[in-house]
């Protein structure tokens, strides 16, 4: 098992300094703005206090962070109100020391008196539901600033990361190789006839899906957000190895045992969380009954806004109550993005605990009125 370590020159950085952190090679430019959107920077404030750190000397850091912001005023001012208008809707999904943001929000950069009572799966699905129609982009990843390209970029690193651990195919050890190719893909192509079969938890607008596709026998997307299915439905209409499906978002007992190779959280656990353990340790459970014998559950990030360690502590011990082996625990492996990535695999040998007798229907559009087969099929049109 790998888990995070602190960077020894973490103790003279100023966790709230966005900027600094960025000048220091800590955060991306990318996460330093989404940083500053969240700390309710405007998009003039954020071009001066990015102007106020410029070095004496050039400083590559520091001119691609500038350089971020060339021709992005009007999306940043965007993003900026959008952040500020749902102010109410962030708070009310927020959590102790979360961040007011829906994406990708430091730990760090929480104020801590933004302490809220837990929000419902209805209240999380209503402000997605929000937040998708502003922008499709900053609505799963605010770093990418509403940019899809640099929405593609974080996605390459995300499926570099999964190949390179195996959790799509055999491990390939020359990063990059894949990601390329994947992105490049094209639909027409069909699914492989064999490969993993993949859960893609909290799929948002389908990204992930897409970039899984020509490598996957079959894609389930689930979100909780009607406007996220929607939209995942519309961008992946032309994948038939992608199925996209409404959750209610408590568990996945609807789900067949010993069906996925893959279970595939993308900074959805976070809202899990924010609902409260229950959920958590449900989709936990929930994963190890649908995924096959050394199958792996990957997530990455599980909360904002708490210590690392406290993330793995509850992790592990869910890990071993449900049979999996903890691989990577709180490693942060990308370089534009910062999330905190989680890797399990399900023990062989470990018992499935069944899902209950009478598992809760599934509105208001089931997964399916009963089991859902993993095996690629056609959705019905959005
Ligand atoms: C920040 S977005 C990330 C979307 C996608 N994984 C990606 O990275 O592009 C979080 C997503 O999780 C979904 N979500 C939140 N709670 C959920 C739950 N309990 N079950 C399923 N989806 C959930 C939201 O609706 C939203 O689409």
């Given at each position: 098992m790998t888990a995070a370590t602190p960077h020894s020159a973490d103790a003279a950085l100023d966790p709230q300094d966005a900027v600094g952190l960025c000048l220091a090679g800590r955060i991306s430019p990318q996460v330093a703005l989404c940083r500053l959107l969240l700390g309710g920077a405007d998009a003039d404030a954020i071009a001066a206090q990015v102007e106020a750190r410029r070095p004496p000397a050039p400083h590559p850091r520091w001119e691609a962070l500038s350089g971020l912001l060339h021709g992005r005023g009007a999306m940043l001012a965007q993003l900026a109100g959008e952040v500020g208008r749902h102010g109410g809707n962030h708070a009310a999904i927020a959590t102790p020391h979360a961040p007011p943001g829906a994406a990708a929000g430091p730990p760090e950069a929480a104020p801590p008196e933004a302490v809220q009572a837990a929000p419902s799966a209805a209240a999380v699905a209503a402000f997605f539901d929000s937040a998708v129609a502003f922008s499709p982009e900053a609505s799963v990843a605010l770093y990418s600033l509403g940019d899809p390209a640099i929405l593609a970029q974080a996605t390459a690193e995300i499926m570099d990361w999964l190949h390179r651990h195996g959790c799509i195919g055999p491990a390939d050890s020359a990063p990059g190789a894949l990601p390329t190719a994947v992105l490049a893909a094209d639909a027409s192509a069909g699914a492989p006839a064999s490969g993993a079969d993949v859960l893609?938890?909290?799929?948002?607008?389908?990204?992930?899906?897409?970039?899984?596709?020509?490598?996957?026998?079959?894609?389930?997307?689930?979100?909780?957000?009607?406007?996220?299915?929607?939209?995942?439905?519309?961008?992946?209409?032309?994948?038939?190895?992608?199925?996209?499906?409404?959750?209610?978002?408590?568990?996945?007992?609807?789900?067949?045992?010993?069906?996925?190779?893959?279970?595939?959280?993308?900074?959805?656990?976070?809202?899990?969380?924010?609902?409260?353990?229950?959920?958590?340790?449900?989709?936990?459970?929930?994963?190890?009954?649908?995924?096959?014998?050394?199958?792996?559950?990957?997530?990455?990030?599980?909360?904002?806004?708490?210590?690392?360690?406290?993330?793995?502590?509850?992790?592990?011990?869910?890990?071993?109550?449900?049979?999996?082996?903890?691989?990577?625990?709180?490693?942060?492996?990308?370089?534009?993005?910062?999330?905190?990535?989680?890797?399990?695999?399900?023990?062989?040998?470990?018992?499935?605990?069944?899902?209950?007798?009478?598992?809760?229907?599934?509105?208001?559009?089931p997964v399916a009125s009963d089991a859902v087969p993993p095996a690629p099929t056609r959705r019905s049109p959005s």
């Open positions: 893609d938890l909290g799929c948002g607008i389908g990204r992930l899906a897409i970039a899984l596709a020509p490598r996957c026998r079959s894609v389930l997307g689930l979100d909780v957000s009607a406007g996220m299915v929607a939209e995942a439905r519309r961008r992946c209409a032309a994948w038939p190895a992608i199925r996209i499906e409404a959750t209610p978002g408590t568990d996945l007992d609807a789900l067949p045992a010993h069906a996925f190779d893959l279970v595939l959280a993308v900074d959805s656990m976070p809202y899990l969380v924010q609902v409260g353990p229950d959920a958590l340790a449900a989709h936990v459970r929930g994963a190890a009954r649908i995924l096959r014998p050394g199958g792996r559950l990957a997530i990455l990030n599980l909360s904002f806004g708490r210590p690392v360690a406290q993330d793995v502590a509850e992790l592990s011990a869910l890990a071993d109550r449900h049979g999996f082996a903890v691989e990577i625990a709180g490693e942060r492996p990308f370089a534009l993005w910062d999330a905190a990535a989680f890797l399990l695999r399900r023990d062989a040998c470990a018992p499935v605990t069944p899902a209950p007798v009478a598992p809760a229907p599934v509105k208001p559009a």
